[in-house]
């Protein structure tokens, strides 16, 4: 085969004439500096960026469950190498950890690249700042979680363009926080605003960017870099201003602009089910979730991307590829559900906790639906909150304890539905609650 091509590279070389064949200049040659020159390019570099962190190391599954799954509310009920990460079993050769630290990097790389490239003369005013207001809203987004999860890290502002670039010392904590700060307060000012019959829903937007200032401060009150013996000295200098600019980034969000809320229980007693419903079906609610990694967003623009979200820790239905895959990898704890137990009619605690699972008998042949929510110590506990799939009874359910051949009804009824294990399913990152929380949380210190 490999003949017949350089045959056939040969033949059109020989007829079409060297001279006309080498004076054509590939269309696909493109320079960086020749690059980021009109809205289309900056749009597609910036949804690269974006994509970068709705990766399978990512948003779309290590990073937002496997190495989330280890904490007071779950954990893990695999016992393999692969999901050592979820159990502390942790080192810094670990795929996980290697592929979270490579992936954030490689977002701010990308948003270095087009700080550096794109040219103010090539766009208005409003475009130009629009556009690097999204791009800095994402480098400081990936900043704030590396130094969250690592400490001191290389800060670096400027593209790496050869090996030596990567000689970057870590740098204080402080230092990484003051630029993530830099970068959200600048998105604060030229993103859009959700509610503008211009912004595209999944993007980052302005009340977003307030947002994570305020979690931005709440972390930088609280986070104690030094060693001491007076705790006082543990503290970043005069800690409890940051406290105060959390205060006052939730106030711009719930008493300025007040325009995103939740769904009171009073007006819908469902609400709480319904908008991670939202999250299921590819439903933006943007009054109540200011952010969420999008993976429809980035599908409309023809980006295949999809993540694991409601399988890997989804309720548990293993059989044929037809059905909507959970191999419930997690359980809730029992602690989580020693505490809905203290408050059973709490709402949240049927969605939270599933209390059900699917699994094909091979003695009956047949798939037999199980209910569990009394059996928190069951092998497939399963949370709730991404659920692909539910009984269509589930009175009928918990009456009979198990049903052969139970009836259910797909909640994941997107695209992403008919693949067994991938989905489109949205993660949040910033929801309203959490902002009503944050402010409460600053109120006290």
């Known amino acids: 085969m490999k003949i017949k091509i350089a045959l056939l590279i040969l033949t059109l070389t020989t007829v079409f004439g060297c001279s006309d064949f080498l004076d054509v200049k590939p269309s696909s040659d493109w320079k960086l500096e020749q690059y980021y020159t009109n809205k289309s390019e900056v749009e597609i570099a910036l949804a690269g960026i974006y994509s970068t962190l709705s990766t399978e190391q990512l948003y779309g599954n290590i990073f937002s469950v496997l190495m989330e799954a280890g904490t007071d509310e779950s954990y893990t009920n695999d016992n393999t190498f692969s999901w050592n990460d979820a159990r502390f079993e942790i080192s810094s050769s670990d795929d996980p950890i290697r592929n979270t630290w490579s992936q954030f990097y490689s977002c701010i790389q990308l948003v270095n690249l087009l700080e550096k490239n794109m040219k103010p003369e090539s766009f208005t005013a409003e475009e130009y700042n629009t556009y690097l207001a999204k791009a800095r809203f994402y480098r400081a987004f990936?900043?704030?979680?590396?130094?969250?999860?690592?400490?001191?890290?290389?800060?670096?502002?400027?593209?790496?363009?050869?090996?030596?670039?990567n000689n970057v010392a870590a740098s204080p904590v402080f230092d990484v926080y003051k630029q993530v700060e830099k970068d959200f307060l600048f998105a604060s000012k030229y993103l859009k605003?959700?509610?503008?019959?211009?912004?595209?829903?999944?993007?980052?937007?302005?009340?977003?960017?307030h947002g994570l200032l305020a979690r931005l401060y709440l972390r930088m009150g609280g986070y104690q870099p030094y060693l001491s013996a007076n705790e006082?000295?543990?503290?970043?200098?005069?800690?409890?201003?940051?406290?105060?600019?959390?205060?006052?980034?939730?106030?711009?969000?719930?008493?300025?602009?007040?325009?995103?809320?939740?769904v009171p229980y009073t007006q819908d007693s469902l609400s709480y089910r319904n908008h991670f419903l939202n999250y299921l079906q590819d439903r933006y609610d943007t009054k109540e979730s200011l952010f969420e990694i999008s993976f429809g967003y980035l599908q409309n623009l023809g980006i295949q991307v999809s993540g694991r979200l409601g399988n890997v820790n989804g309720v548990e239905f293993i059989g044929t590829k037809d059905i909507p895959r959970g191999f419930c990898k997690i359980n809730a704890s029992v602690a989580l559900y020693n505490l809905y137990m203290q408050n059973p009619t709490d709402k949240r605690l049927a969605w939270n906790i599933a209390g059900y699972k699917n699994n094909f008998s091979a003695s009956i042949n047949e798939f037999q639906m199980t209910y569990i929510m009394d059996k928190p110590l069951d092998t497939e506990y399963g949370p709730g909150k991404f659920r692909r799939w539910e009984p269509k009874d589930i009175n009928a359910l918990k009456s009979a304890s198990k049903l052969v051949k139970g009836e259910y009804i797909i909640l994941n009824n997107t695209a992403s539905a008919i693949d067994p294990n991938f989905t489109s399913i949205n993660?949040?990152?910033?929801?309203?609650?959490?902002?009503?929380?944050?402010y409460a949380e600053a109120a006290i210190g």
Request: one cysteine or more; a negative charge.
């Open 142 to 165: 990936s900043y704030f979680t590396l130094a969250n999860w690592w400490g001191p890290v290389p800060l670096r502002l400027t593209p790496s363009t050869q090996q030596s670039d």
């Open 232 to 262: 006082a000295e543990c503290f970043f200098p005069d800690n409890s201003q940051y406290f105060t600019k959390a205060m006052e980034q939730c106030d711009t969000i719930i008493y300025q602009d007040a325009w995103h809320a939740i």
């Open 193 to 209: 605003h959700a509610k503008d019959p211009d912004y595209k829903q999944g993007e980052p937007n302005k009340m977003a960017a």
């Open 427 to 438: 993660f949040p990152i910033l929801r309203y609650s959490d902002v009503l929380l944050m």
